[in-house]
């Protein structure tokens, strides 16, 4: 049985507008987000900012409630227990935070502040927890001496020493870490890694390691789980994820991080978009909006970056639409003329250049429903142009939400791309590239 097993978790909150502050939607910040961490064992959840994986901590530990979904801790489902059972928990289970000084209170020493959840959890003698949080100040790399000094009278680092010996205080089977080392300089990140590596082993601690840094996961993590606006789209061991990624997302992720060899990477995967809002995700697969790697529409022979191009055309059509009198305005400015005498055309190859699509597309029938969809679009008719889009060129991407299912033991993906279609055939190939 694992220590922890999430299953579903969901985190809304409520949307709310006007002075009866009515529930006019909600943010879906983890969205049915599951599972297991072993004694012992460090999982990472990693994702851009804003991808819900501080929230994921907060509700899996209850210091927020989860909207839905099952926690069970050693078996036991905690989202069911009362306050009493909680407190037992609470003991076993334990956070870090990016930023250790807002936890703390200034007015106490360390010694006071490492000690506090041995007094709340009844050691009552002093001498006795004197003892404890002197040998686990030792242990996290600091001075018995300290402990009567305050903490603001020590660095960043030296900080997250202190939260982290008042975590282990009560010697939990869990530690949930939130961006432990993010707010740290990079020699000093790299000390603390070591010192909850060295911990983790000395304790037998499980840990939930959540960064936005896929460098540090790979430090640290045996396993990793990758998050995209509330969901998980990708689990499996640390090594095979970062070797042989499958999700689109993962592999964007992978190469943000700085790589000496700039073709190591393959692709080289470039972002583009924002990432869409929690409180109305995309429908299907949410990473659809921004995916290099969607599935193209059957009877049209694309090239991966031209459907991509006309995708955003597409997406951003749905979001926001287009502002055409801007877009003549903009085009009459480069000419120095006035708006009202600018040609239809201009402002289409405007709208075609802003997008990337290029003046042709490969493929005439393509071509055609794009020309089409950019008439409308002059026209002031961008509903009219993103259902023509929508229709001519269906994907399965902006259709289905991808299941995470098995690709390898213990290696979990929720992508069409391993659900039996092909991937638009890649524009460009880089030398050592692996497609
Ligand atoms: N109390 C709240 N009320 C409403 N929305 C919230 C609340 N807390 C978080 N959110 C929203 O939920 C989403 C997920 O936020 P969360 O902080 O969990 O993401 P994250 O991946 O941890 O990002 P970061 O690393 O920036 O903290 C975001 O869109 C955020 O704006």
Redesign the pocket.
Known sequence: MPLLEVRNLEKH?P?TEGLLKNEVGH?R??DGVSFTVERGETLGIV??????????ATSLLRLEEPTGGQVLFDGEDITTYTPKELKRFRRRAQMIFQDPTSSFDPRMSVGEAVAEPLVIHGIKERERRRRIVVDLLERVGLSGEDIDRYPHEFSGGQRQRIALARALVVNPDLIVA??PTSALDVSVQAEILTLIERVQAEFGLAIVF?S?DMGVVREVCDRVAV?YL?EIVELGPTARVFEEPQHPYTRALLSSIPEPDPWSRGLGTVLTGDVP??SNPPSGCRFHTRCPELVPPDGYDFTRGEWRAVMNLRVRLREEGIDVDAVREFVAGEREGVAETVDDDRVAEAVRAEFDIPDTLSDPSAERVVREALTDIVAGEGDAARDRLAEAFPTVCARERPPLDPVATGHEVACHLHRGYDSAPAEETAPGADE
């Open positions: 909150y949307i943010v910040a983890v994702g851009e900012s804003g991808c819900g994986k501080s929230t994921a939130d961006e959540i936005h998050m509330g809002s929690p």
